[in-house]
């Protein structure tokens, strides 16, 4: 771009005002919330960077195909604009719409699992592990083991150990649902997924006989890291690299929400058509008629539009820099972060960052709590509380990693936003050790960290 500093590819032409109320207003606030940001009040926050889902600021070109849309029940000109640019993109020539990624997983797996199968992946999302276990199915994560260091700096730490799903693969022969691939990795701290390790998935899924599928979300920062940092890729262009990702694989849940730049929806992409098939009843009963899917019109276009624009190259490097840079930020200041930087998000490594609280008094949860308090941000747990209870002996899944996500969504921040959220961090780590661990004074049953309510451990 001719320039060292991260310029972004587009200005500004519509606000939103934001307010950072008084330290004892969001002490009152937080205590009322039970220790827990998701009971806060959108008001009460200042920077919320409680997730990229949804919260993405939208274009010009956006808003005016939203005025364009077609509102038909069925058969609607938006759904074939939603359709023909989710195809384009991703290759995929069936796509059924749904109102967002849990929509996905829900119509799929309600036709693709049975009761007692195995579901290998490289790390589940929470929502894709909690449908599966729905299913009464059961997840298992087959991640390569360094992703579980967050100190490790490999350049696709996202990516399937071959060897751990194909034992999972093998073990369990005539019972697998299907493989599926999350692109980047959230819970591993956003990290890629390498175009070889998608490739020997696939090989092995064939080998296999199993239908290999990726949760999506965040395609388009995986393909951008592909070209950053894989060999042979340098040149190429996102869509080819996004094209070459998808044709491994037959199919994909999407949440639109992430990197289709867009505040709601979701699709699943099918390679096949009889596969498609299937999954219209399921669609139909949980989400509405196949060419709205949960959606109305305007949805539909400003996704048609959104996905395009996700996949431009200017905006992907800023989108990836920006990140990167309160990655190395807080880096400087003494942070322990997840390394490297991810695509959508820095994860601060709260079991480093609070050593003397044990992981079952959930310190990464605790962290969201006082940078709450300590400076109006609204960060996120990606760890013991967000991780629940093992279904069978119920007792906590005690995860590898207990990190607070600070996400940054979509053409929404700048610069200084992000120097805030430095400034803020140092000053927790001044005073950290008198931190005290949460325990639950209310635990919900289902995603738990929710609805959940917390009090300090004396
Ligand atoms: C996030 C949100 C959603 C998600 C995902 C992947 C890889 C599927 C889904 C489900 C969820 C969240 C977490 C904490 C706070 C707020 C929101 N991820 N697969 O931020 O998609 O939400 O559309 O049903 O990341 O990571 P959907």
Redesign the pocket.
């Known amino acids: 771009m001719g320039s060292d500093i991260n310029i972004p590819n587009f200005k500004i032409k519509s606000i939103e005002a934001i307010k950072l109320i008084p330290k004892e207003e969001r002490i009152k606030a937080i205590e009322r919330a039970g220790l827990n940001i998701?009971l806060l009040k959108s008001d009460e926050i200042f920077i919320d960077l409680?997730?990229?889902?949804?919260t993405n600021a939208m274009s010009q070109e956006q808003w005016a195909a939203i005025m364009r849309a077609d509102e038909g029940y069925a058969g609607a000109r938006s759904f074939d604009n939603f359709k023909n640019a989710i195809t384009e993109v991703t290759g995929f020539p069936c796509v059924l719409p749904v109102h967002?990624?849990?929509?996905a997983?829900n119509v799929l797996d309600h036709v693709l699992i049975k009761e007692g199968n195995v579901v290998p992946g490289n790390i589940h999302?929470?929502?894709?592990e909690a449908h599966i276990e729905h299913r009464k199915a059961i997840p298992v994560n087959c991640v390569i083991e360094e992703a579980y260091d967050s100190a490790a700096e490999l350049p696709f730490k996202g990516n399937m150990d071959l060897k751990k799903l194909e034992k999972t693969l093998e073990e369990n022969k005539g019972n697998i649902a299907y493989v599926l691939h999350?692109i980047t990795c959230?819970s591993g701290g956003g990290q890629p997924v390498s175009m070889q390790n998608i490739k020997e998935v696939s090989e092995l899924c064939k080998k296999y006989k199993v239908l290999f599928f990726f949760?999506a979300?965040?395609f388009a920062e995986n393909a951008f890291f592909i070209k950053q940092r894989e060999k042979g890729y340098e040149n190429k262009s996102i869509q080819d690299i996004v094209h070459e990702m998808f044709s491994y694989s037959d199919g994909c849940?999407m949440?639109a929400?992430?990197d289709a730049l867009v505040n709601i929806g979701?699709f699943i992409g099918f390679r096949r058509k009889e596969l498609y098939e299937k999954c219209v009843p399921f669609g139909i009963l949980f989400e509405g008629f196949p060419t709205y899917g949960g959606l109305s019109g305007r949805d539909l276009e400003a996704i048609a539009v959104g996905i395009n624009e996700g996949i431009q190259e200017e905006y992907l490097r800023y989108r990836v820099k920006q990140v990167e840079y309160l990655g190395k930020e807080l880096e400087k200041a003494g942070i322990p972060v997840m390394k490297p930087i991810g695509g959508h998000a820095v994860f601060v490594d709260g079991k480093k960052f609070l050593p003397h609280i044990p992981q079952e008094q959930f310190p990464s949860h605790t962290l969201t709590a006082e940078l709450y308090a300590e400076s109006g941000i609204r960060a996120?747990e990606?760890g013991t509380l967000?991780a629940g209870r093992d279904p069978k002996t119920e007792k906590n899944k005690m995860p590898k990693l207990d990190l607070m996500?600070l996400?940054i969504p979509r053409r929404v921040y700048l610069r200084e936003h992000m120097d805030y959220v430095v400034e803020s961090m140092k000053k927790i780590k001044e005073r950290k050790g008198s931190i005290k661990g949460l325990k639950f004074s209310f635990e919900s049953p289902i995603l738990r960290?929710f609805q959940s309510r917390f009090e300090r451990v004396e």
Do not use: Y
């Not at 409680?50 to 949804?54: E, F, I, M, Q, R």
């Not at 999302?125 to 894709?128: E, G, P, Q, R, V």
């Open positions: 998701f409680l997730t990229d889902s949804g967002q990624g849990r929509a997983e999302f929470d929502t894709t999350t959230n949760d979300a965040r849940t949440s929400k992430k979701g996120v990606i967000l996500r996400t960290h």
